[in-house]
Structures are given as structure tokens and as C-alpha cells.
């Protein structure tokens, strides 16, 4: 005899003890385990009033996750589209602002280490850069790194 399925409860509560998530994103989740009487929104106030569940979580959990890798366009479109709220995305831009320049030096870093040899080398990282999603001054200022040679010295 085959294991009973898991309530939606249980298994939004294995989801969440894995890692962080947001309503938007629980909710699909969830819905593709549910019955007709299920009341997922239900659920989703039931685990937010729990404190299970939290939109400001979530977002420094992702902000965490991708900041070492993108810049602040693509991590800011990504908040965005997990439904969140403006003041949450608001307050996440602002804390990334900061130091969205040394995110920026660090991924090329990792990604070439070494200085472009041609016109066509610079415009292939600086096009990596923003296809990462780092604003233009954060490029424009990793470039000045590079020709002012400061590859070995941090």
C-alpha cells in the first residue's frame, strides 16, 4: 500500500525548511498538489502569521544568494518578479547600491582575472558584466580598475 500523500501544510513547511520563499512562488508550488477543497491562500495568511512564511525573508535570503554574482538590475527584475511588494524591492535597491561597484570588480575577477588584449576582449567582458545585470557606472568603474592595474594588488 502506497505512503499517504502529504497535507499541503506539511509539504509547504518542508518547502520553507528547505529554503525561503515567497507567497507568489509557495502558492504555485502548492498548487500543483491541491484539491478543489483546498484554501491555499488560507494557508499561505495561516503560515505568514506563524512567521513561516516572510515577503522581507525571502528577499535578503535571494539578495544573499545572487548578489555575489549579478548586479543590481537583474537581482532587483528577479524580487520583482516573485511578486513583491514595492517597499520590499525599495529597500532591498537600497542596500545593494552600496556596493554594487566591488560586486562588479569581483565578478570579473573570477570570470577573466587577466586584462582584455584587444578592443574586442574589453567589449566581450564589459557585454558579460551587463548581461549580469551591473549598472553602467559599476562596469565603467571595473574598467578603470583594470587599466589602473589593480588585478593583483587586493
Do not use: C
Not at 527584475?77 to 552600496?98: F, P, Y
Amino acid at each position: 500500500m502506497p505512503a499517504p500523500k502529504p497535507s499541503l501544510k506539511a509539504r509547504a513547511l518542508r518547502y520553507l525548511a528547505a529554503r525561503e520563499h515567497s507567497r507568489l512562488e509557495l502558492g504555485r508550488k502548492l498548487q500543483r498538489h491541491a484539491s478543489e477543497d483546498d484554501d491555499i491562500a488560507a494557508l499561505l495568511d495561516w503560515l505568514e502569521a506563524q512567521k513561516f512564511l516572510s515577503e522581507t525573508r525571502f528577499a535578503e535570503s535571494l539578495v544573499h544568494r545572487r548578489a555575489s554574482r549579478f548586479g543590481n538590475s537583474r537581482i532587483l527584475s528577479e524580487l520583482q518578479s516573485h511578486g513583491l511588494d514595492e517597499a520590499t524591492v525599495s529597500s532591498m535597491r537600497a542596500s545593494l547600491r552600496d556596493d554594487e561597484e566591488e560586486r562588479a570588480w569581483q565578478t570579473w575577477k573570477k570570470k577573466f582575472g587577466m586584462p582584455p588584449d584587444s578592443t574586442e576582449a574589453k567589449a566581450k567582458q564589459m557585454r558579460f558584466l551587463q548581461q549580469r545585470g551591473f549598472s553602467t557606472s559599476a562596469i565603467q568603474s571595473t574598467m578603470k580598475r583594470i587599466g589602473r592595474g589593480e588585478i593583483g594588488q587586493d
